[in-house]
């Protein structure tokens, strides 16, 4: 009989290469700590990988969850649906706005959201691709256009995914991703970002993660400081 052997497998390893050091040392010294080239660059950049109009860097997956909840009008009198099956952002960014949680059951199948399972009216639907697997977005979409409710993709595990040759955070009218750095795209710490083809969502949640700015020196609505660096 063989003899076994324990190997450790860690949950993830956090990498940090010569290429990587230069450009940090490279943005350090050439340009401005918040914002900056590179955060255009990558924003710029992630969309046309993601293949929406827009992307917003944000400082977290939560910061793009809220917001994009902020930017649909989510407030105090909505209910909004999501998955058990997920990280608490997903729910807790619903109660950041004042909102009521609906909790759906899961499919057993895929790990995603099982919408058989809500039972209430809903004003908005997160469902998650969980572990990068997409949920089964036709029938969400479906859900979506009987109920006459906007999507916001928690796609915070699924950078690149596809779902019928469309990648995820281009389906819905947002799409919000992590780059924790257990994700399988990462920054050097905590970061986000919001995907979408709406011009005016685009523009609301650059204005809150940036306190509400509308130009230099004027501010039109609540905000916060959620940019990434």
Sequence with gaps: MEKLIDIAIPFFIQEFNEEMKNAAINALENETFVGGESIIKFEEEFARYIGTKFAIAVSSGNSALHLSLMALGISE???????????????????????????ADINSGDGNIDLNSIKTPVDAIIPVHIYGNPCDFDAVKAFSEENK????EDACQAHGATYKNEKVGSLSDVGCFSFYPTKNMTVGGDGGMSTTNNEEIANKIRSIRDNGRKTKNEFDKLGFTMRLN
């Design 149 to 152: 409710i906007p999507i916001i």
């Design 77 to 103: 009198s909505s209910k909004v649906a999501t998955s058990t099956n997920s990280f608490i952002a997903s729910a807790n960014c619903i109660q950041m706005v004042n909102a009521k949680p609906v909790l």
